[in-house]
């Protein structure tokens, strides 16, 4: 089956600690994004890449960092310094070539601070 | 700066209805619609893609129009049943947007009642 998987579904992060989110996807596609969504505010964007070793800030970057280091993996590390990062985060991918692509999207990972 | 705007924000309807979900944005250079569904707690499915020279695109019971000039899209949704109760989004692709990102309305959460 083609299309994006993200892990865990469910994370808890204690204060202070820094939590990797992971997101694959064997859809063959040049770019990734990572959005946060909370409720009453929609998605928001956080990273992005275009192409392997190549990544960019989003809207709502700080307390957050990335890594492009394979095609099909785009994780996303959630660090002490975010203040709050209790959300749903959402991994997608498009081919990327111009915007005439469409978006596909993983069913999430929800992170909790206890 | 691309804004978009989903009204209204929760609808319910009866069973065999049709439903028709609206959808704004402020700058009309964009390069795509696309709408998306989302169940609690779940992903982001892919519903339809609209290419800005296209004025509209169906899929079985979903037709979906796009009016670059006015800044609208609709969802329509023929004979409504009560697996279609999620929430439905757009979101388009600015031209000017860095890295092709999708820029998210809020959302309009559709309750289908039997």
């Known amino acids: 089956d083609g299309g994006i998987t993200q892990s865990p579904k469910y994370l808890f992060r204690k204060e202070g600690q820094n939590v990797t989110l992971s997101c694959e996807q064997n859809?063959?596609?040049?770019?990734m994004y990572w959005y946060r969504q909370d409720p009453g505010q929609g998605l928001r964007l956080i990273y992005y890449s275009q192409i392997v070793n190549d990544f960019q800030k989003g809207d709502i970057a700080e307390g957050y960092s990335v890594s492009r280091e394979k095609k099909e993996s785009f994780p996303l590390t959630v660090t002490s310094a975010q203040k709050n990062p209790t959300a749903f985060y959402l991994c997608?991918?498009?081919?990327?070539?111009?915007?005439?692509?469409?978006?596909?999207f993983g069913q999430g990972t929800r992170l909790t601070v206890v | 700066k691309q804004e978009v705007t989903q009204i209204p924000a929760a609808l319910s309807v009866p069973e065999g209805e049709n439903l028709v979900l609206n959808c704004s944005f402020t700058?009309?250079?964009?390069?795509?619609l696309q709408w998306f569904r989302q169940d609690p707690g779940k992903g982001l499915t892919s519903l339809l893609l609209i290419q800005s020279s296209q004025r509209e695109q169906t899929s079985g019971r979903l037709n979906a129009s796009l009016d670059k000039s006015s800044g609208r899209s609709t969802l329509y949704i023929a004979a409504s049943q009560p697996g279609d109760s999620a929430t439905y989004l757009c979101?388009?692709?600015?031209?000017?947007?860095?890295?092709?990102?999708?820029?998210f309305g809020g959302g309009t959460r559709v309750l289908v009642k039997p």
């Open positions: 997608a991918s498009s081919l990327g070539q111009g915007g005439n692509t469409e978006a596909f």
């Open positions: 859809l063959n596609h040049d770019a």
């Open positions: 700058d009309s250079a964009i390069y795509n």
């Open positions: 979101a388009v692709i600015a031209i000017k947007a860095a890295g092709n990102k999708l820029t």
